[in-house]
């Protein structure tokens, strides 16, 4: 159990009177972020659901949470924000073009921010190629697995890791891991671009279906 869900098992928020205290606006976005800290952000989207449910009639604190998810080390959670709950929380801006104008300026983080550079400059990446190409790929989900058997952040197959891996000399390691996972990911795709000679739409093309693919 996370420790954050030992200490002050139910917050209360400021000015809070008679009969039992309610839960702090942030209770459980608070849990959200701790359940990923422990390895269980897969576990996170019923937090969430249940943070913006608690606050449904609480527009300022809707807005809270929102920015919450411009700081939160949990990338998925704005991105979950706003694709499966927009609905939720648009209605607390003055207009749809407001609203939709505000969605923009969260629901694209650059996740992993030092790995992604790091790994971009060492594969001659441009980072931003790198980190849309994850959001893409995983939604920023590192536990996630799709059914061809993809794994992770950057959606790597075993067996193309495998391969990359001891193409570049790189230890194979554990493909849930984040900084594993945009390793290996970013070396896969810098070989696709040298392979298809800078071709950024045949690399792409070639990292979700296969090398085989563009040419056809």
Known sequence: ???????NA???LQGASGGEKE???????????????????KYSNQELAAALDQNANQPANLFKILEASKKTEAYFLPVWLAQRYWDKVKDIF???????DYRNTFQFPFAYRSEVTRRAKEFS??????VGLMRQESAF????????????????????????????GIPMGDLFDPEKNIELGSAELAFLLNRFGGNW???IAGYNAGP?????
């Open 212 to 216: 085989g693919r563009p040419p056809q």
């Open 141 to 168: 989900q590192p536990w996630i697995v799709s059914s061809a058997n993809a794994q992770g952040l950057m959606q790597m197959l075993p067996a193309t890791a495998r391969g990359r891996a001891k193409a570049a």
């Open 125 to 130: 990446l441009s980072p931003y190629f790198v």
């Open 23 to 41: 839960a702090a606006w942030n209770y459980h976005w608070l849990k959200a972020e701790a359940l990923y800290r422990a390895d269980m952000g």
């Open 94 to 100: 003055a207009t749809t073009a407001e609203a939709e």
């Open 201 to 203: 739409v045949d690399a």
């Open 1 to 7: 159990v996370p420790n954050e869900w030992k200490k």
């Open 10 to 12: 139910t917050p209360s």
